[in-house]
């Protein structure tokens, strides 16, 4: 079992709690993360919610604007998303008009995804209330932390989804 590191910021004493990490999980960093991710997320959705939809809707469109025209799975694999979600969150988009759905030129048996111009300006209108909440989230560290919490995550990600690491069980 690995060494755990306990964290220089205070954590609760046992009987705090109103601190969102208890002092049982401040050394675990899979319920830390956790619980990082769960803030987030709150805090973009509650910006995306009066459409409708939520902060997994804005990164599908958001990768739509940058690759148009990707296959369902395509999506699926690039968002760490089974393809039935996938599918569900095409479906919200789609329903709205945000996206469009179409056979794929290659495979008659996928659909690929693009957004429509409402889709654009969709995440036109979205993005700067996103950035400020996003910037909001992380106010408590440096740019320089900033920037090194980005490039470790993005690293951590990539090793446990490379295809020769033995603890990767993802296909």
Partial sequence: ??????PRTACAP?????????????????????????ELIRGLDAVIQPSGLQARHFALVRLLLQRPGLSQAQISALLGTDRTTTMKMADDLERRALVSRKRSAT?????????????????ARLQP???????????????????????????????ATTPNNPNNQHE
């Fill in 107 to 123: 495979d008659r048996r996928a659909n690929t995804l693009s957004l429509t111009p409402q889709g654009e300006r969709w995440i």
């Fill in 1 to 6: 079992m690995p060494t755990r590191i306990r």
């Fill in 14 to 38: 046992a009987d705090d709690l109103s601190n969102p990490i208890p002092e049982e999980f401040c050394d675990h960093l899979g319920f830390v993360l956790a619980r990082a991710r769960l």
């Fill in 129 to 159: 209330a996103l950035e400020d909440e996003e910037a909001r989230f992380l106010e408590p560290l440096s740019p320089g932390e900033r920037a090194l919490l980005q490039e470790l995550l993005v690293r951590l990600v990539q090793h």
